[in-house]
């Protein structure tokens, strides 16, 4: 899994000009945001790789390279343009065609093919990536975890900086893509041209199918789709029953395609009764909106935690995704217009699903209602985060702590605060006695050898100008504590330990901690109840 950012092009197509035009365009947002790079700076008498803002390099070609921003201080793959075009020009072919949507693929370069992780960097990529496009209509083309929402909001941010307006990407705008070709036969035809090319949620392209295309055709098409199928029930059959329910609201049309129409599935009955169950649409909203907690954002991209959260979702509650609601009493007369089972047997066999479902909703709703009660906490003065962004982002006003996240701090002071104490025994006592200097060249050294941690100019500033050597002191404990308990790799100690670099805030609350005798009783007392 991951959230990507792709451009293609076809440079053999592109002048020298042209293309020196589009870097110096691209130029203008690269200097707009807070873009990050790697570069290497001196910092306690070592130069160390860090994250420094981005700005174009001379050497050993004149490009500019990104891999997530200062803002956000997230971090994924590089994305690199490069102003020669030669750059890219690996293969001194002739193009067949004006149009990359119908080149052949080994005409095709990949400009960006990486991973952004959605992280906050995204957004203005994906507006770099839509300028090429937009300048190069035909010979460039932008894909990847991208929506139409989200390309709206990267050309109104893009359009702000630059003298001509951005364009919408082909691949976004059903409209722009069926006016690149007029070779189609028949509607079908249209329908898998847009099927392969328009990037949206499978409910969006039906949705489209519903409106632009004959009802004939439309029905062949979800007939087809659904013979891909031999069970309704199968994950994939069931969102389309759903999708359909939304946008028809029709269960008439959906029953006379799934049962009676000549190119459909054929479903047996019994499983077509259990199915339709199985979209909730006699399911009321208010027993499942508390799952809206975990709803896609408009405009906003996928992280990869969300992707695989949804993929967990949909096997459990595909239901969740229903629009439509029709009583039970009524969708059993409507099933019985279609069934030869007798109308109290449909009843019962829907009751019976209906029950399991909401079984399952109560559990899973009593399972997550701390997450809920925190979601429902957070208000414009305070924010409830979750432990990568809570720690990351702490401000001590805005940005504020649960109790299980302010018990793992307390815990980390405990921790540090003991194993300091050590220090006056054997070798410890003259490690930590070392002067300030010594002490930032060897914690450098394990930031950058031991832990292979890339930290942002602004966090080794601090640390560089610091004159305090309790704060060197902690991080270089939490350093051999992690080590010392074999937890590097384990995300929920790197998210605290590189947020102890990178917010300073949340370094002096963990000091703060160390110093509170109450605080340090309290996690003692948990700590001698645990072993």
């Not at 691949?171 to 036969?185: E, G, I, M, P, W």
Request: aromatic share 12%; charged share 30%; glycine share 4%.
């Amino acid at each position: 899994m991951g959230t990507y950012i792709n451009l293609s092009m076809l440079p053999n197509n592109i002048s020298n000009l042209e293309w020196e035009k589009v870097y110096e365009e691209s130029l203008k947002l690269v200097y707009a945001f807070p873009f990050a790079d790697v570069d290497r700076r001196e910092f306690c008498g070592s130069k160390l790789p860090v994250y420094v803002k981005s700005a174009e390099k001379i050497n050993p070609e004149r490009h500019w390279s990104i891999t997530g921003d200062l803002k956000s201080k997230r971090f994924a793959e590089t994305f690199k343009l490069y102003k020669d075009i030669s750059h890219y020009r690996s293969v001194q072919l002739e193009s067949t065609g004006n149009d990359i949507l119908f080149e052949e693929d080994q005409l095709i370069i990949d400009v960006f093919n990486s991973k952004t992780q959605g992280y906050e960097y995204h957004l203005y990529i994906l507006a770099i990536a839509m300028l090429i496009e937009s300048r190069l209509p035909n010979n460039a083309l932008v894909s990847g975890n991208i929506d139409y929402d989200q390309c709206v909001k990267a050309k109104k941010w893009a359009d702000h900086y630059l003298l001509a307006p951005i364009e919408i990407p082909v691949r976004v705008d059903v409209d722009k893509l069926l006016s690149r070709t007029a070779h189609f036969n028949n509607e079908m035809e249209q329908i898998q041209f847009i099927n392969k090319w328009l990037i949206a949620e499978q409910e969006e392209k039906s949705r489209i199918y519903y409106k632009r295309f004959s009802r004939k055709t439309f029905f062949e098409w979800f007939g087809n789709e659904l013979k891909a199928y031999s069970s309704p029930n199968q994950l994939g059959a069931l969102k389309l029953l759903i999708y359909y329910l939304n946008i028809a609201a029709d269960l008439n049309g959906l029953l006379n395609i799934v049962l009676k129409f000549e190119k459909g599935p054929q479903f047996s009955d019994s499983e077509v009764i259990r199915a339709i169950a199985r979209t909730w649409i006699c399911l009321q909203r208010e027993k499942f909106s508390f799952l809206d907690l975990f709803a896609k954002v408009e405009g906003h991209p996928e992280i990869v935690e969300r992707q695989f959260g949804s993929v967990m979702l949909d096997m459990m509650f595909t239901g969740r995704e229903i629009k439509t609601y029709i009583p039970l009493t009524e969708v059993t007369i409507i099933l019985g217009e279609y069934l030869p089972d007798s109308a109290s047997e449909i009843e019962s066999q829907l009751k019976q699903e209906v029950a399991k479902v909401e079984d399952q909703l109560s559990a899973f709703h009593n399972q997550i209602l701390p997450a809920i009660e925190i979601k429902e906490s957070s208000t414009e003065d305070k924010m409830y985060l979750a432990d990568e962004d809570a720690f990351l982002y702490f401000d001590g006003s805005t940005v504020i702590f649960t109790d299980e996240q302010e018990l793992t701090l307390k815990a980390i002071a405990y921790s540090t605060r003991k194993f300091l104490k050590r220090e006056g025994e054997g070798a410890l006592k003259e490690f930590f006695s070392a002067p300030l200097e010594k002490l930032k060249l060897i914690l450098a050294a394990f930031v950058n050898e031991k832990y292979n941690m890339i930290l942002t100019e602004e966090a080794w500033q601090l640390i560089d100008k610091t004159d305090d050597p309790l704060l060197v002191k902690v991080l270089l404990a939490k350093l051999i504590i992690d080590d010392a308990n074999d937890i590097k790799h384990i995300k929920s100690h790197s998210d605290v330990r590189k947020a102890m670099f990178e917010n300073k805030l949340l370094l002096l609350r963990v000091v703060e901690y160390m110093d509170d005798e109450m605080i340090m009783k309290e996690i003692e007392n948990i700590a001698i109840q645990t072993d």
